[in-house]
C-alpha cells in the first residue's frame, strides 16, 4: 500500500503543476552507437580462425561475396551507411522466381560454376561445396534451385547414368542450357522410396520406356523447378519388365519444349505459395504414357536390353537398391553444411547487436549495461557459439568423407550425413529461434534477417528425410554393427565405434572444475552415454524380437531409445571432429580460445537430460555442470567479436543491426 500511495502522490504532483515551465526539466544525453572493435580486442588472429573453420577456397568465396555485392540482382540496399544484400521478401512469389532464375543467370556468366559437373577430382569438388555455402548464405531459394540442378539433377546423371549420359547431358547442364530437376518425392510417398507409385514399363517394339502415374497418390510433389523454369527431369518410377517389379530406378523425361512449353501427355501444376523458400517453383507433375527412348534410363546399376531382357550384375534387389540410393547421400550433405553457415548468419548478427545496445542501469546515474554483458544474454548465446563451431569441424569432416568417398565408405558416409544433417538443422532451427529472441523487436524485421531465416530454413528438417526417420536409421545401422561384431567375435571397427572395445569409462563421484574441463573427461562421457544407450538399444529389441515381434515391429517399439541413441552417436562423433581441429593447433592463444570452445561444447551435451535420466550424472554433478557452463560462458566474453567475425561473412551479408543500428532506423534512412 506504501508503494502505491508513492506513485499516487507523484501522479498527482505531475497533474498540479502549475506551468511546464515551473521546474527545470534535464535531459538525457541521446543513445549513440559505438562500434564494437573501439572497446573489444582480439587475443587471437581471427583470419587463422576463419582458415579452421572454412578450411577451403577461402579466396573463391570471398570473390563470390564481391559477385553478388556489385550487381543490382541482388538487391542492395544503404543502412546506416553500409550497404547490405539480401532478396526483397515483399516481391510477389512469381517475382521471387524470376529473381532467383536471374540471379543464377548472372553468377553462369560471372563463371561461377564453371567445371562444375565438367570437371573430376577433390579440388572442383570442394570449390562447388564453398560456393553452395556462399550461395546459402545469401538465399535458401538460390541454394535449393542450383542444388537441385546441380546435386539432384546433375549428380544423377554423374552417378546413375554412364558415358553416353555423360557426353550427352552434362555440357548443356552446367551451362544451363538444359534446366533439370529431380522428380522423386510423391504425394503419397516421401521418405519411403521404395513405396513409390508411378509405374514404367517397356515397349520392345519400339524401344521406348513407358512411364505413368497410376494414381493420384503418385503423382510426383515438391518437385523443385518444375512449376516453372525445368526443361528435364530425372523421374524415380518403378520398373516392371514381363509382369515382374525390378524396383525403383531413374528416367530422363524432357518435361518442357525449347519454348517452355508443357511437353505432350505430361500435366504439371504448381505447388503454391510456402512459408519460406518461394523463390524456388515447386510443382507436381503427372506421366500419362509417356514414352522415352530405351537409353534415357540411367543405368549404371541395372538395364534394359533392345528385346527386353532386365539385365543387372547385382543379384540382389535389396543390395541394388542400395546401390542405386548410395549417390543420393550429397543432398544431405549439402543440407547439413548449409544449416551451420545460417547459424552463423544469426550469431554473428544477433553477437554484435548485443555488443553494442544497452538495457537498463545498475546503479542510478550510471550508463544502461550492453545485452552482452548481462550473465543471462552470454548464456542464451555462447553455447550456441559453441554448437556452431563444433558443427562446422563436423562438417568439414563431412565434405572430406563424402569427397574421398568409395564404394566401401558408402555406408558410412550414409550414417554420417544421416545423423549430422538431423543434428545440424535441428541445432540451427534452435539457433535461429533463440537469436531472433535475443534481438528483441528487431528480430522480427525481414530486413535484419534472423527472423525471416526460420521460414526459409523450417523445410531442412524433413527434406532430403525426416529429421526422426534419419536417427532411426542411425540407430538401426548401430544395431547392426553390434550384431555383426558379436556374431563374428570381432572387435568393433569404425563408425568411431572402437571405445566399445575399451573398459567402460567411470564418471567420477565428485565433478570439479578441471575434471569438467578436461577432454578425456569429456570423450569419456559422452562415450560412456553411447555405449550404454547402444546397449540398451540392442538388449530391448532383442527382447520384442524373442516375444515373437518382426524386426521392424521390434526397432518402431523401442523408438524412444532410438531417437537417444541416434543423438549420443551424433554428440560424440561432432564432439571427436572438434577435439581433432583443436590438437592441429600449437600452443598460444587461438588454441586457448578453442579449448574453451570445446569444452563448453562438451557440458552442453552433457547436460542433456539423459545424463540425469540414465543415471550417468548424479543430481549434484549435474549442478556442477551448469555452475561450470555460466564460467565457460564469462570467459569467453572477451573473444565474443572475434569469435563472431572468425566465420567470414562479409557484412554485406548480416542484419543492418549488426551495425550502426540507430543511423539504419534514423528517418534520413526512410
Known amino acids: 500500500m506504501e508503494q502505491v500511495f508513492k506513485r499516487t502522490q507523484i501522479l498527482t504532483n505531475h497533474l498540479l503543476q502549475s506551468s511546464p515551465s515551473s521546474q527545470t526539466l534535464s535531459s538525457n544525453a541521446c543513445l549513440s552507437y559505438s562500434p564494437p572493435e573501439l572497446s573489444e580486442n582480439y587475443a587471437f588472429d581471427i583470419k587463422d580462425m576463419r582458415k579452421l573453420i572454412d578450411r577451403h577456397n577461402l579466396e573463391e568465396r570471398d570473390w563470390l561475396f564481391g559477385l553478388m555485392k556489385q550487381s543490382k540482382l541482388f538487391n542492395p540496399k544503404v543502412r546506416g551507411g553500409k550497404v547490405f544484400v539480401s532478396p526483397d521478401y515483399n516481391q510477389s512469389m512469381e517475382q521471387q522466381r524470376e529473381m532467383t532464375l536471374k540471379r543464377i543467370e548472372y553468377l553462369l556468366e560471372k563463371g561461377a560454376f564453371k567445371g562444375w559437373l565438367t570437371e573430376k577430382g577433390e579440388d572442383i569438388e570442394m570449390r562447388k561445396f564453398a560456393g553452395f555455402e556462399v550461395c546459402s548464405i545469401y538465399d535458401h531459394s538460390l541454394f535449393t534451385k542450383l542444388g537441385v540442378h546441380f546435386f539432384l539433377w546433375g549428380g544423377a546423371i554423374q552417378f546413375f547414368g554412364t558415358k553416353h549420359h555423360h557426353d550427352k547431358w552434362l555440357r548443356d547442364t552446367e551451362n544451363y542450357s538444359i534446366k533439370g530437376c529431380f522428380a522423386m518425392t510423391e504425394l503419397g510417398h516421401g521418405s519411403n522410396v521404395r513405396g513409390l507409385e508411378t509405374v514404367t514399363t517397356y515397349d520392345s517394339n519400339t524401344g521406348e520406356f513407358v512411364i505413368n502415374t497410376p494414381c493420384e497418390s503418385a503423382q510426383k510433389y515438391w518437385i523443385g523447378g518444375a512449376a516453372n523454369h525445368a526443361t528435364h527431369t530425372v523421374v524415380f518410377s518403378q520398373l516392371h519388365i514381363n509382369g515382374t517389379n525390378q524396383g525403383v530406378h531413374a528416367f530422363i523425361v524432357q518435361i518442357r519444349d525449347a519454348d517452355g512449353y508443357i511437353c ?88 554484435r547487436y548485443a555488443l553494442t545496445r544497452r538495457a537498463f542501469s545498475l546503479k542510478k546515474n550510471e550508463p544502461e549495461v550492453l545485452l552482452l554483458d548481462y550473465p543471462s544474454h552470454q548464456r542464451r548465446l555462447f553455447p550456441l557459439v559453441a554448437k556452431t563451431y563444433a558443427m562446422s569441424f563436423a562438417a568439414n569432416y563431412l565434405k572430406m568423407l563424402y569427397v574421398k568417398r568409395t564404394p566401401q565408405s558408402n555406408k558410412i558416409i550414409h550414417i554420417v550425413s544421416s545423423s549430422f544433417k538431423a543434428t545440424f538443422t535441428w541445432n540451427n532451427m534452435q539457433i535461429l529461434q533463440e537469436c531472433r529472441e535475443a534481438c528483441g523487436g528487431q528480430g522480427l524485421k525481414t530486413e535484419n534477417r534472423v527472423g525471416q531465416l526460420k521460414g526459409e530454413y523450417d523445410v531442412q528438417s524433413t527434406f532430403e528425410g525426416d529429421n526422426l526417420i534419419l536417427m532411426q536409421q542411425v540407430s538401426k545401422a548401430l544395431f547392426a554393427e553390434y550384431m555383426a561384431a558379436q556374431k563374428r567375435n570381432k572387435v568393433f571397427k569404425g563408425l568411431g565405434l572402437e571405445h566399445m572395445n575399451k573398459p567402460c569409462p567411470v564418471i567420477p563421484l565428485q565433478l ?51 531417437q537417444d541413441l541416434g543423438k549420443a552417436f551424433s554428440d560424440r562423433a561432432i564432439f571427436q571432429t572438434f577435439v581433432d581441429a583443436e590438437t592441429t593447433l600449437p600452443a598460444g592463444s587461438l588454441k586457448d580460445v578453442l579449448g574453451t570452445l570445446r569444452s563448453l561444447y562438451a557440458l552442453i551435451c552433457i547436460e542433456d537430460v539423459s545424463f540425469l535420466q540414465y543415471g550417468y550424472l548424479s543430481v549434484d554433478n549435474g549442478a556442477n555442470v551448469r555452475r561450470e557452463i555460466t564460467k565457460l560462458c564469462t570467459e569467453l566474453r572477451p573473444h565474443a567479436l572475434a569469435l563472431v567475425s572468425s566465420f567470414g561473412i562479409s557484412d554485406a551479408f548480416l542484419g543492418p543491426i549488426a551495425f550502426n543500428w540507430i543511423e539504419a532506423n534514423a528517418w534520413s534512412s526512410v
Open 512 to 562: 570439479t572444475s578441471t575434471t569438467l574441463r578436461c577432454s578425456q573427461f569429456q570423450m569419456d562421457a559422452l562415450c560412456l552415454r553411447e555405449r550404454d544407450l547402444l546397449n540398451r538399444f540392442v538388449a530391448d529389441v532383442s527382447k520384442c524380437k524373442a516375444k515373437g515381434e518382426s524386426n521392424e515391429q521390434a526397432f518402431l517399439m523401442c523408438y524412444e531409445l532410438a
Open 264 to 351: 505432350p501427355n505430361i500435366r504439371i501444376v504448381d505447388c503454391g505459395h510456402k512459408i519460406g523458400l518461394n523463390g524456388v517453383d515447386n510443382g507436381r507433375i503427372w506421366f500419362d504414357n509417356v514414352r522415352v527412348p530405351r537409353e534415357n534410363l540411367l543405368n549404371s546399376v541395372a538395364d534394359v536390353s533392345p528385346d527386353g531382357k532386365y539385365l543387372s550384375s547385382i543379384e540382389n534387389p535389396d543390395q541394388r537398391f542400395a546401390a542405386f540410393m548410395a549417390p543420393l547421400t550429397v543432398g544431405r550433405v549439402n543440407i547439413a553444411i548449409s544449416s551451420v553457415y545460417q547459424s552463423k548468419v544469426a550469431l554473428a548478427t544477433s553477437i
